[in-house]
């Protein structure tokens, strides 16, 4: 009896997982108790489903339970190892619901160590032993514990499937070969399975290769990412310190204003002070001369006034008041008005300059205005040149690959795939990425201008520009335009000239196209999302033979 009690406490306490006692006992809100390790890894195998279950009850939890250690059960089972419960021994470990059983063992079934794939059966470690014991049982190929064996017998004949049919590709047995297989191509599956190791290798080499293709491109645009870093840093510290260095200038500038402006006010205040007090002392002289005047007019003795006259009617020299200019509030307008066009002329410069400025943004910072005038878009003006590998054959390039002429018989081109074949039209041979403008010129023809991802078919109605997702298209007539992107076309009217100007902003996503006469007058603007670089492209629409258009030298 007391055996049987140590037999049921070892039960209790085993983890129903591993079947060995309970190694940092945890609890599941349904009561199961199991190893925090067992539950653990059976969770993770679950973490796809988004949903976990006991494997006991099957109880499910969402999300999945946060488990802590129970205190109280690991003691208790610390205090029964004392007493002399211990683990279960290897061999006896019993199968759980993600292990596979053995296939001879009766009543409770032990965990499966190796499979036979001649036997089809799983074995445990006791009867797995005649395997190494018995003779004719070494030859059998032992594999990892699997529960897919019965998948190697033929549903049919109930043989082990060891041949493989090429024709219908698929496992059979030799029965099958000799009935419904019969006449087909059929080797043994270890040949096949030879065959397909190759291919396997094969493409494993070729995903190495490419693993380590992507490893170095990897590695190429950390150091990219580090040398933008690096450089960002650099133009942070630099611009930081020249914006110092001018607000030092301009602070000491200040100072220097400011000084002589008080100097010049201490100066002309001191000699207006000055002209201030003699004409105060003038007039206290006049005032004080007055009052004798008025008190001798006032004398009764004729003889006395007679006699006092001479000398107090005679005057000093008047200071001269003509000579104060008097210029209220404008004492330092001059001063004023040339700091007032000193601002002016940096404020010029900086709205002139600081598109430039901008330019050194590596595409890293954010894009420059648009552009309002032509001088400015010729700031971004590229050299382009069309690429002969795609022009149609009837096209004839010169002037450097600049111009194409269309001629009355194709042309010596040689064969290539990136050549135009069903539309009179060429790529340019420059891919087109931050901020681009060009220019095409026409002769004869109506024409459309475009821009075009390099990837565009080549051939068939699909491929003439705007008639896909891949590139956008300005067609030009003698009396409206079009717009066309993936096979949508927007009709409107504008001035008519036989020259267009194109605006790429690639980062932004803005393209626009500008009719160029004496004016330049924007004809349709396109705001997108670039996912590749562009190339520039013209087509020829309405032609004869000579017509011609060309990409303009800007520079």
């Known amino acids: 009896m007391a055996q049987k009690g140590v037999q049921l406490d070892r039960e209790t306490f085993s983890c129903s997982i591993c079947l060995d006692l309970l190694k940092d006992p945890v609890t599941t ?148 070969s000799v009935d419904e297989h019969k006449g087909h191509n059929t080797v043994s599956a270890a040949a096949e399975r030879t065959e397909r190791q190759r291919e396997l290798e094969g493409s494993r080499q070729n995903i190495q290769q490419r693993i380590q293709d992507r490893e170095k491109e990897v590695k190429l645009l950390q150091q990219e990412v580090e040398a933008v870093n690096g450089s960002a840093d650099k133009a942070v510290e630099d611009s930081e310190k020249m914006f110092t260095e001018l607000i030092r200038l301009m602070e000491r500038r200040s100072s220097d204003v400011k000084q002589q402006v008080r100097s010049q006010q201490k100066s002309e205040v001191s000699r207006v002070k000055e002209l201030q007090e003699k004409l105060e002392q003038e007039m206290a002289e006049l005032k004080r001369r007055d009052a004798e005047l008025k008190l001798l007019s006032h004398t009764e003795d004729h003889n006395q006034f007679l006699h006092s006259y001479p000398s107090l009617s005679a005057l000093s020299e008047p200071t001269h008041s003509s000579s104060i200019n008097i210029r209220p509030l404008i004492y330092f307008g001059d001063m004023t008005a040339a700091l007032s066009e000193v601002r002016d002329k940096l404020q010029d410069v900086l709205i002139e300059e600081w598109t430039n400025v901008s330019l050194t943004e590596v595409d890293v910072l954010l894009s420059a205005a648009e552009p309002t005038t032509r001088a400015r878009f010729l700031k971004y003006s590229q050299e382009i040149t069309l690429d002969p590998n795609t022009a149609h054959t009837r096209l004839l390039l010169s002037e450097g690959s600049r111009k194409a002429t269309y001629m009355e018989q194709d042309q010596s081109y040689s064969s290539h795939p990136d050549r135009f074949t069903e539309w009179s039209q060429v790529l340019s041979r420059e891919s087109l990425t931050g901020h681009c403008y060009w220019e095409v010129e026409w002769i004869g023809a109506d024409v459309s201008v475009a821009v075009s991802y390099k990837n565009i078919s080549r051939a068939g109605s699909g491929d003439e520009f705007g008639n896909n997702d891949k590139s956008w298209s300005l067609f030009c007539y003698h009396n409206y335009y079009s717009f066309v992107y993936n096979s949508i076309k927007t009709h409107f009217s504008g001035p008519q000239s036989s020259r267009v100007g194109v605006y790429l902003d690639h980062r932004a996503g803005i393209l626009a196209f500008y009719s160029i006469s004496e004016t330049m007058t924007l004809l349709h603007r396109v705001q997108t999302t670039f996912t590749q670089p562009l190339h520039a492209g013209v087509q020829l629409v309405a032609f004869d033979y000579g017509d011609t258009f060309e990409l303009c030298k800007l520079k």
């Open 29 to 176: 809100s349904c009561g199961h108790s199991y190893c925090m390790k067992c539950i653990k890894g059976f969770w993770d195998g679950e973490d796809e489903k988004k949903i976990h279950s006991c494997p006991q009850c099957r109880q499910s939890f969402t999300p999945r339970p946060v488990l802590l250690k129970n205190t109280m059960l690991a003691a208790l089972v610390e205090e029964l190892k004392k007493t002399g419960l211990q683990a279960a021994p290897a061999d006896h470990c019993y199968a759980g619901a993600e292990d596979v059983a053995c296939d001879v063992c009766t009543g409770r079934k032990r965990r499966a160590c190796k499979s036979c794939l001649v036997c089809l059966a799983s074995y445990c470690d006791k009867h797995l032993q005649c395997h190494y014991d018995v003779p004719p049982l070494k030859k059998h190929k032992l594999v990892e514990p699997s529960k897919k064996l019965q998948e190697n017998i033929c549903s049919r004949h109930d043989e082990v499937m060891k041949m493989f049919c090429r024709t219908d590709q698929q496992c059979i047995c030799y029965l099958c």
